[in-house]
């Protein structure tokens, strides 16, 4: 299956848990052997500073990424549905965080 994963590529991978919840759900899909392309919704194609991962993964900008079967959207990074439904077949959306707060 092809899967594509959105990421924020901006400044330090350690910035936001964010960019570690997209690499672990890519590892994650890529570990039960599908196709993992990260999606990104920024105008850079990789972080400042693990430059040595970047051979692994295939990046493309969101503007561009078409055809995936499963699309993954995390916590605040969600596509408007007329460019998610370009993106891919299938959405889910990955929450880290619970809707209740106390």
């Known amino acids: 299956m092809r899967i594509g ?8 991978m350690f910035s936001s848990g964010v960019a570690n919840t997209s690499l672990a759900v890519g ?5 039960l052997g599908h196709e993992v392309t990260l999606v990104t919704i920024s105008d850079k194609s990789w972080w400042d500073d693990c430059e040595g991962a970047k051979a692994d993964w295939a990046v493309v900008p969101v ?3 078409t055809g995936f079967d499963l699309l993954v959207e995390i916590d605040r990074m969600m596509l408007p549905p007329d ?5 891919a077949n299938t959405a889910i959306w990955l929450v880290r965080h619970p809707f209740l707060i106390r």
């Open 27 to 31: 590892e994650l899909f890529k570990a």
């Open 83 to 87: 460019k998610r439904k370009k993106v």
């Open 63 to 65: 503007a561009d990424a």
């Open 5 to 12: 994963v959105l990421a924020n590529m901006q400044h330090s």
